[in-house]
């Protein structure tokens, strides 16, 4: 016995085992909260950082595959959304953390990351206008 797909018309769908019929059930997206900007998205629009402890104190640690152990922050891959966070102490809060949170490895990743996309229309710089009066 096996499952085979219904198509029907205007209908969600489903998958049917003789006379009964299951529909496909979606799962919603993950939303999280970006520590910068307090912005609501989409997880994979994020950055997930944990905290490492460090002979020097604690920092932070991309994690971009979402699997590394332990309490995570999300952020933006965007510059601005990492100074607001580390301006307002945002990590110490999100990560549950009591020393001070070294965010160079973060900064670093995110200035490569950055870089590497190219800008989109809004971030371009506008174009000199090339009228002319005469």
Same mark, same amino acid.
């Given at each position: 016995?096996?499952?085979? !797909? =219904?198509?029907?018309?205007?209908? @969600?769908?489903?998958? @049917? &085992?003789?006379?009964?019929?299951? /529909?496909?059930?979606?799962?919603? !997206? =993950?939303?999280?909260?970006?520590?910068?900007?307090?912005?609501?998205?989409? @997880?994979?629009?994020?950055?997930?950082?944990?905290?490492?402890?460090?002979?020097?104190?604690?920092?932070?640690?991309?994690?971009?595959?979402?699997?590394? /152990?332990?309490?995570?922050?999300?952020?933006? /891959?965007?510059?601005?959304?990492?100074? &607001?966070?580390?301006?307002?102490?945002?990590?110490?809060?999100?990560?549950?953390?009591?020393?001070? =949170?070294?965010? +160079? +490895?973060?900064?670093?990743?995110? %200035?490569?990351?950055?870089?590497?996309?190219?800008?989109? %229309?809004? %971030?371009?710089? !506008?174009? !000199? @206008?090339?009228?002319?009066?005469?």
């Amino acid at each position: 016995m096996w499952l085979r !797909p =219904v198509h029907r018309a205007g209908a @969600s769908p489903a998958y @049917s &085992l003789g006379t009964v019929d299951f /529909p496909v059930v979606r799962r919603a !997206p =993950v939303i999280r909260t970006c520590v910068g900007c307090r912005r609501r998205v989409r @997880s994979t629009e994020l950055l997930r950082v944990i905290a490492v402890g460090h002979t020097t104190g604690l920092r932070l640690v991309v994690d971009p595959a979402r699997r590394l /152990p332990g309490r995570g922050a999300h952020v933006h /891959p965007d510059p601005a959304c990492l100074a &607001l966070a580390d301006r307002r102490r945002a990590f110490g809060r999100a990560l549950r953390l009591t020393g001070v =949170v070294d965010t +160079a +490895a973060l900064a670093e990743y995110i %200035e490569q990351a950055h870089a590497a996309t190219p800008a989109t %229309e809004d %971030e371009r710089e !506008p174009r !000199p @206008s090339s009228t002319t009066k005469g």
